[in-house]
């Protein structure tokens, strides 16, 4: 059984950083694309950014471009450096896997692995 465990998301103001972490468990991880998504209260289900397992490649929505960047130390854990954050980027973060590789990772019907969420939170 997979899980997904997200934290490191809080109250910051804005200006300010956070550092969010997604932890995989599994004995088998089908993780190749991981991503953030995030849904503000009232709005969809919104693409942050997507890693692949090989090479790293990296996609970044443009709302989070310059300001966001998502990594993974292996194959399970993965990470998103938030920078110069905005009070618009309050939402609940979630954390997500999926088994292949894509070229377009802000799909979230692609991912089969959903994290809880974590809270962030950016006062003006």
């Known amino acids: 059984q997979v899980q997904l465990v997200e934290s490191g998301g809080g109250l910051v103001q804005a200006g300010g950083s956070l550092r969010l972490s997604c932890a995989a468990s599994g004995r088998t991880f089908p993780g190749n694309t991981m991503a953030w998504f995030r849904q503000a209260p009232g709005k969809e289900r919104e693409f942050i950014a997507a890693i692949w397992r090989t090479n790293s490649n990296t996609y970044y929505a443009d709302s989070v471009k310059g300001r966001f960047t998502i990594s993974r130390d292996n194959a399970k854990n993965v990470y998103l450096q938030m920078n110069s954050l905005k009070p618009e980027d309050t939402a609940v973060y979630y954390c997500?896997?999926?088994?292949?590789?894509?070229?377009?990772?802000?799909?979230?019907?692609?991912?089969?692995?959903w994290g809880q969420g974590t809270q962030v939170t950016v006062s003006s």
């Open positions: 997500a896997a999926a088994p292949g590789y894509y070229s377009d990772p802000w799909d979230p019907l692609l991912y089969s692995y």
